[in-house]
């Protein structure tokens, strides 16, 4: 589904990906795990497709696809999401408004009229019950003034709502106590098929406690350094991130 | 002939009407007079620094209709606040529609100034309100003084709330060729009385018009006014309005001005806090494009001791459309426990559009709390970033990132349905769909 091959990223000129190569499958989840300023967040960016970031070297494919000159817009359009570590707040508009109009633009994209009202009205009180979300919750101003937890669980109502291909989490489990973890995961875990795939990005291996991933990689000054299976990230955390330094060394 | 001149020459066919023995008549003569010195503001002064009228001022208007206009309710119902009941004053070419008009003496008065000036169980009013809130020194006020005919005339008794809000609406035709108009307006809400008032100038042809209105305000102890101005003219239509507002003690007097349209659109807004324990709320959402110019010019005169004052004004300026905000706020040493706020947030869409942006404190007195603040942005690119990973082209994103910007100035609209069409509007303006249904 996924597959990034030497991929070499930069922002404002200074290289911070230096030679990914990543395989995802449907049906598979990835965890992501590596030290601060290892390159994480900047790896689910370039793939989402943030303009700020060149690719000087390799290439992104998706279903077999170039993703180079897909804007965020297509790319989203194409079945790929990104959880963000910090959420937007956008006063006025409401969250039962806001996932409206991206439903209906990757509907408008792919030549299909809008989601008839019912039907969205179903589907928006089926997957805030799976979140645990309270009704009045959709109708705030999108994560103005959420919690963090809350601006969390608001980005895995929005996966659950546009059922993307691929689904990258960037850091979600960051802000949150662990009864909203484990909703969150719960949430991901319903979700997840023999179709899609997920990327858990993560610097802590708690999250992977309830999301169990196929695959652990540890990414490390831009490149991963190791690969291995969910044993890895107990290992990580026993011997935390020097152990890979020192490896390395 | 120039302008000026012409105006000048014109006062005499305007006496011709005019009851030349009431003291109204020497009021016009001597702000015809301050005019005559004055002339028509320049870029030199300093009031006028970043609005130049030189464009309007060639135009060869008619001053005067030549003949009567008539409009069918269908064409123009759009420009009304149709979903709700109200009291309406409507104007054709600077005269009284009767057909499209819906005024009341139950209670209250919502009719013509010209009949309020005119008729003598309205003397004791005009006498008391009548020009002497409105700057007798300001040089379009002084024109409008001179010629102005016809207006609304709202006066609200001791204690009366007015049940349903008043629509005042000026349409311009075009039937008279490019046309000036000096629309006057007195509102007047005595002791604990309120009253909810939406204003409109909309030309409904191409055709230059230049529209010059006064509008003076006086709320009395107590009072609660709530006065909403919408600006969304044609491109050929130009606007100077001054608004001029007396309050007395605990009185309360929000105005809101949403400009959209029009070429010109200078925006002279002032308050004078007569009493204490004052709320005076200025707030503004101006979203232009193409060479559109708006300015807002308020001031603040906080006079008394224990008084509020709240700006809140947003601009939204794409092409070459230039923005004008300078936000005076006077605090006289009196005027003790003043709290005074101004805010005014920019955001420009296309490196040729313009703000010039300018607060001007002048505090006399040493225990207040006075706190301004502007700023000029473009849009946040994590947050479009954001949008664009939903799915959300970035077109829409840009509209909805402009519309959630706008968008919170709307809280303070009493008027459900009015917020419901401002909010509307500004989607359709920012080409966002997602106002519709909020």
Redesign the interface.
Known sequence: MLTVNELHASVEEKEILKGINLQVNPGEVHAIMGPNGSGKSTLSTVI?????YEVEKGNILFDGEDLAEL???E???KG???S?QY??E?????VT??I????N??RK?KGLEDMPANEMLKKIREKAALLEIDSKFLSR?LNEGFSGGEKKRNEIF?LAM?EPKLAILDETDSGLDIDALKIVANGVNKLKSKDNAVVVITHYQRLLDYIVPDFVHVLYNGRIVKSGTKELAHELEAKGYDWIKQELA | MELKEKMLSSFMVLEQDLDLSSPVHDIRSESLKTFEDKGFPTNKLEAWKYTSLAKLLKNNYSLFPKKETTLELKDVKKYFLYEIDSYKVVFIDGVYSPFLSDTTHDGIDVCLLSAALSKPKYKKIIDKYFNQVADKEENLTALNTSFAKEGAYIYIPKSVVAEKPIQIIHFSTGEQGDFMLQPRSLVVAEENAQVQIIERHQSLAEHAVWTNAVTEIFADKNAIIDYYKIQNDRHDASLVDNTYIAQQGNSNVKVHTFSFGGKITRNNLNFYQKGEHIDSTMKGITIIEDQQHVDHYTLVNHEQPNCESHQDYKGIYSDKAVGVFNGKIYVDQIAQKTNAFQQNNNILLDDKATINTKPQLEIFADDVKCSHGCTIGQLDEDALFYLRTRGIPKKEAKGLLTYAFANNVLESVAIPALKTRINKLIAMKLGVEIGHDL
Do not use: Y
Request: net charge negative.
């Open positions: 989402a497709g943030h303009e700020d804007d965020a817009e790319r989203a359009h790929i999401f990104l963000f959420p937007v956008i006063p006025g508009v409401t408004n806001f409206k109009t991206a439903i633009a990757s994209a101003s929005q546009l």
